[in-house]
């Protein structure tokens, strides 16, 4: 799979999601953000966005902290992100 | 074209989707034996059926006094006498089977000291036919639709139920005498365009209330069982009925809880007037959801909403102690900082009426057969959940009745299939030699397409003009200048245009399809309502107003009955309300007033 098609996966996995909190942050995440990770950090959203919202809405809402450094920079960005 | 072919699988039945209704079918069929495929557009566990949060509801009376038959009373008085009093008795009385067999399947209740199902009130609730309100709803935390999901998929897996994920069902395949024989559907992973041949097929898509601009449900709920239907020459049942939730933040439409107004939150509009004591001096800001959606929509329509297009209301906590704010409404201060830019704690939150739940869907009978206006069964043909209209929730739904909703209807749909395999209703038919044309021309001209409109654009058009003319407070003149710019929306639906035309995940296709489901939806509400001169549950006219001869506006003599809506010629036809329940008497018309 080319980076293309990659990608398109990645959006379909984070805009048709269960909830909708999800579907918008990590749309507009992917939109904004996303294109300016380095190459870890890019790994750790992928693996972010492999998790189920149940899971993944915790950390973001700041309940949870992730043990991973890594993954911890990206949930601090997606943090930030504002939907307008 | 009728040479063109597409690779064939054979199952005994297909199921599409994977949330409830089709996890719980799928285990009633694979369990018996049948080869069951089971499609979804996303993981099993990512279905919508994860956002459900409240409960699950059942007469079990393990807190206190309950019976099936309040449950009934209560869920034909929600649905304001518009919904099938047999599929209700149905709904009600199996209710507790369902809950148990969910335990069994490991679904982690909250439970009793003595270990039985926890139960918590809920609006809506009563005992003894609405006397007083009774503890009915069984949930798992704040995760009870999540932790049904994952029990029911767990089930299947030992049931060895076939999944396909990341498959998008296009359209129904059906036959001159008009049977279901399967599906054609698309693999996202390989552009490959396959047929699901089937002896049944069972849709269990859920809900489209993406149709709305505001809208609380996550963006695949694009009512993709019910734009295949239609395409199929099924007709919709009462898509006129959606129910709205009052608190929705403007644009982004994530639910704000009833809770925020519980523990004193105070809506506003553009003078900062508490306007809530206008419309309902003693209830205020707590009065009734219809209410409130109504107030708030009056306020804006009459111009003094908020912001630059006043097209919303505020909802302010800024008077409540902050201490109070983080303790007792967790997430309200995050939810409102990252989809309203807003700290609820220093300004107040902008909120629209937003739409929540679709009432109406593929016609169906309580045993999940769908039926066409006759109510005799569409052989082949079964659906349960929020696609599919039994009825039960009539013109307004009764909360945690629709996770019920798509344990009994996921199962009785199950069930219906083995019985008419077994009786010989059903059989695995030929395909007709030009079942695949139609999806093939859809998607040729998606191909081909030049100098058309964008997917992007044509849906905001179509969500802005739904929530605009068909929202939760509906107008006589708006509703008759919506029907025209629908049908405007629909000639920029068929010719749509993508850029990217490559097979691999090409998620601008897939999208161009969904907008071909919403437009079925937004036609089939938007035309529905247009015609029903009433106010019944959930569709709130203007020129239908409560008068002593009409209570609530609603008129029973002309229109207590099931709108029918035809994609051919955009006709409607109409079917009586079952009134007469399986076993007791029927719960005769009266006001609804709670
Ligand atoms: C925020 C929120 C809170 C709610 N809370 C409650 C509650 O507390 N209690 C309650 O009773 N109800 C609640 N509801 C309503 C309830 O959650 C839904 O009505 C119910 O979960 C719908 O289940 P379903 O099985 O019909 O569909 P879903 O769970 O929506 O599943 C649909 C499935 O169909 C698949 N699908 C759709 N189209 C296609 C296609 N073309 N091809 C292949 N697959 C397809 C999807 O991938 C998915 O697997 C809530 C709803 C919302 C939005």
Redesign the pocket.
Known sequence: MGDREKLNRLRWRCTRRAMLEMDLLLGEFLDRIFPTLNPEQADAFVNLADMEDLELWPLVNGSRECSDPVQAEVVALLRDVRVK | MSKLTIPVRKFDAVI???????LRAAIQLSEAGLKTAV????F?TR???V??????SASLGNSEEDHWHWHMYDTVKGSDWLGDQDAIEYMCRMAPEVVVELEHFGMPFDRTDEGKIYQRPFGGHMSNFGEKPVRRACAAADR??HAMLHALYQRNVRANTQFFVE???LDLIRDDSGQVLGVI?LEMETGDVVAFHAKATVF????AGRIFYSS??AF??TG??LGMAARAGIALEDMEFWQFHPTGVAGAGV?ITEGVRGEGGILRNSANERFMERYAPNAKDLASRDVVSRAMVTEINEGRGCGPNKDFVLLDITHLDPATIMKRLPGIREISIQFAGIDPIKAPIPVVPTC??QMGGVPTNYKGQVVSQDATPIPGFYAA???ACASVHGANRL??????D?LVFGKSSGDSVIDDLRSGAIGLKELPADYAERTLSRLNRLNTQTGGASVNETRLELQRTMQKHCGVFRFKDMLVEGVAKILDVEKAVLRTEIKDKSQVWNTARVEALELDNLIEVAKATMISAEARKESRGAHVRDDAPDTAANPNGRDDVNWHKHTLWHRESNRLDYKPVIMKPLSVESIALKTRSY
């Open positions: 599409v989707g994977a949330g409830g209704s089709g499609l979804s557009k996303v099993p279905s919508h059926t956002a459900a949060q409240g409960g699950v009870t639709g498959w998008m069902a559907a269990a898509t859920g809900g609380t449900n695949i709920n993709d069982g639910l929540h739940y959940g929020e696609v909360g945690t009745n629709s996770l019920l798509l």
